[in-house]
């Protein structure tokens, strides 16, 4: 599979929080996320590893118990059916990888 980037496919999923899925195969998906500055994603859980790397903004990220503030170049690692959640300290733009793949952000 192939993604040829289209700045205008993002989807509000919530409030300040937009996502667009890029490629994905049977077993992984890859999505873009552009978070507006001072939103939240507020905290969940789902079976889904989660691999992620920041590339502009910057937000505050906890897993589970943990809090990080995250930089752009900066990557994280969220196992599956561990809570975790998101506020925005500025418009912020992150790469993710899901695994299994997550047929829900398939359009």
Do not use: C
């Amino acid at each position: 599979m192939f993604y040829k980037n289209e700045a205008n496919s993002y989807r509000e999923i919530l409030p300040g929080v937009n996502m667009k899925t890029m490629v994905y195969g049977e077993k992984t998906l890859m999505s873009e996320f552009f978070l507006k500055g001072g939103s939240v994603l507020p905290t969940h859980d789902h079976i889904h590893e989660q691999t992620g790397y920041l590339i502009s903004g910057k937000i505050i990220l906890t897993i589970g118990e943990e809090t990080f503030d995250v930089e752009p170049g900066d990557s994280w690692t969220i196992p599956g059916g561990v809570t975790h959640a998101v506020e925005t300290l500025e418009d912020s733009i992150a790469i993710e990888v899901f695994s299994p793949r997550r047929d829900e952000y398939i359009r």
